[in-house]
Nanobody
């Protein structure tokens, strides 16, 4: 049984930074893809970015490109989402998701249906 747990959310002022973590238990991230999504009440879960564990390739939504960075730490079995220059529109619950399918299909990996495991989410609130 694979479990994902996000951490690092909180309240930050506009222009600030946060780093979210996604830790896996039950199985290591030896291969596959780990994505980040975000969601506000009443809205669909939106793609933020994804990293391919094998290659380290990343792909981001246009809305966060240049501000957010996804990285991985194999020793800790953790994926990070570094968020800089945050603005109030970034306020949401952030989720990490994983699939052990290692194929790198960027468009497919923007879809929630592409992932098999999800964390419970962590709230990020950006004040103006």
């Amino acid at each position: 049984q694979v479990q994902l747990e996000e951490s690092g959310g909180g309240l930050v002022q506009a222009g600030g930074s946060l780093r979210l973590s996604c830790a896996a238990s039950g199985r290591t991230f030896s291969s596959g893809n780990v994505g980040w999504f975000r969601q506000n009440a009443g809205k669909e879960r939106a793609f933020v970015g994804v990293i391919n564990w094998n290659s380290g390739n990343t792909y981001y939504a246009d809305s966060v490109k240049g501000r957010f960075t996804i990285s991985r730490d194999g020793d800790k079995n953790v994926v990070y989402l570094e968020m800089n220059n945050l603005n109030p529109e970034d306020t949401a619950v952030y989720y990490c998701a994983a699939t052990f399918d290692s194929r790198w299909y960027t468009l497919r990996r923007t879809q929630t249906s592409s992932y098999d495991y999800w964390g419970q989410g962590t709230q990020v609130t950006v004040s103006s």
